[in-house]
Nanobody, 120 residues
């Protein structure tokens, strides 16, 4: 099992910034099986959507709506833990959602979510 713990959500005014963190932990062989990690979000009444992903090799992918504003990065110096960050700048009210961390192995692992609210 891969255990994901998110942090960093909160309330911010439009134009502000937040940094989300996701710590993935577990037995070393399970951490080594993670092919990619990413952030997804779900706004009220909407489907969950991809925000950004980063592969084991460091390749990144972003939703068009966040390109140029959000940056995903990872730190896996510890074989039993990977931390993924989502730096969110120039936040807009449309970015308001619950943000979920994902770790992709042969199955998807999800965190419990962290709420981001952007006020206008």
């Amino acid at each position: 099992q891969v255990h994901l713990v998110e942090s960093g959500g909160g309330l911010v005014q439009a134009g502000g910034s937040l940094r989300l963190s996701c710590a993935a932990s577990g037995m070393t062989f399970r951490i080594n099986a993670i092919n990619a990690m990413g952030w997804y979000r779900q706004a009220p009444g909407k489907q969950r959507e991809l925000v950004a992903t980063i592969t084991r090799g460091g390749n990144t992918n972003y939703a068009d709506s966040v390109k140029g504003r959000f940056t995903i990065s990872r730190d896996n110096a510890d074989n039993a833990k990977i931390t993924v960050y989502l730096q969110m700048n120039s936040l807009k009210p449309d970015d308001t959602a619950d943000y979920y961390c994902n770790a992709a192995t042969r199955i998807d692992h999800w965190g419990q979510g962290t709420q981001v609210t952007v006020s206008s």
